[in-house]
Nanobody
Framework: QVQLVESGGGLVQAGGSLRLSCAAS????????MAWYRQAPGKQRVLVAS???????NYADSVKGRFTISRDNAKNTVYLQMNSLKPEDTAVYYC???????????????WGQGTQVTVSS
């Protein structure tokens, strides 16, 4: 019911910055938590940062102090400001909304298409 469109990825040198955007449409009234995940080649998809509708944030240890997640509720948009980028940040970054576990144990969410971030050394 929620459609997510990501933008802002690209190629940057180590130490550089990128700002990712994720615009939500559809049943946006159902959205509480929005999050950014990333998946590096050959690796599992992992949580990068999350933010609730009230502004509470959570970050992976690997990005604390470098990345900032923010949200513009009026525009139904979530951002990820990425500073001091490292080669290990290279991954496909995915926006998600309303991630949760079902009673059967599976994880479900609305996902964006992903945007590639490549950091050169």
């Amino acid at each position: 019911q929620v459609q997510l469109v990501e933008s802002g990825g690209g190629l940057v040198q180590a130490g550089g910055s990128l700002r990712l955007s994720c615009a939500a449409s559809g049943s946006t009234f159902t959205i509480n938590t929005m999050a950014w995940y990333r998946q590096a080649p050959g690796k599992q998809r992992v949580l990068v940062a999350s933010i609730t509708s009230s502004g509470s944030t959570n970050y992976a240890d690997s990005v604390k102090g470098r990345f900032t997640i923010s949200r513009d509720n009026a525009k139904n948009t979530v951002y990820l400001q990425m500073n001091s980028l490292k080669p290990e940040d290279t991954a496909v970054y995915y926006c998600s909304a309303n991630g949760r576990h079902t009673y059967s144990g599976s994880f479900i969410a609305d996902w964006g298409q992903g945007t590639q971030v490549t950091v050169s050394s």
